[in-house]
């Protein structure tokens, strides 16, 4: 089993930042992957970006430029940093974590408000 607690969300002004984390515990050893994904009302969950056991990143077209993904190994927790916040990035942010035996977990999600 594996945990995970996302923090860090909240309402930002367009063009502002945030930083979610997200922080993992359980039988995190058998990480294949972690990444963020959001999901805004009315829409299906979408990726955001990705980050291997090898540290290859795969962001989507709409995070490149603006969102980095990073993580601190010795307190598994990973981060997202968002820059140049949109108004169309308002979602709810889930942290995903996929397994060496391929089961996916979710965290409970950030809701990230861009509003002016």
């Known amino acids: 089993q594996v945990q995970l607690v996302e923090s860090g969300g909240g309402l930002v002004q367009p063009g502002g930042s945030l930083r979610l984390s997200c922080a993992a515990s359980?039988?995190?050893?058998?990480?294949?992957?972690m990444g963020w994904y959001r999901q805004a009302p009315g829409k299906e969950r979408e990726l955001v970006v990705v980050i291997t056991k090898d540290g290859a990143t795969h962001y989507a077209d709409s995070a490149k430029g603006r969102f980095t993904i990073s993580r601190d190994n010795p307190k598994n927790i990973l981060y997202l940093q968002m820059n140049s916040l949109k108004p169309e990035d308002t979602a709810l942010y889930y942290c995903?974590?996929?397994?060496?035996?391929?089961?996916?977990?979710w965290g409970q999600g950030a809701q990230v408000t861009v509003s002016s």
């Open positions: 995903h974590f996929l397994s060496g035996d391929k089961y996916i977990y």
């Open positions: 359980g039988s995190i050893f058998n990480m294949l992957a």
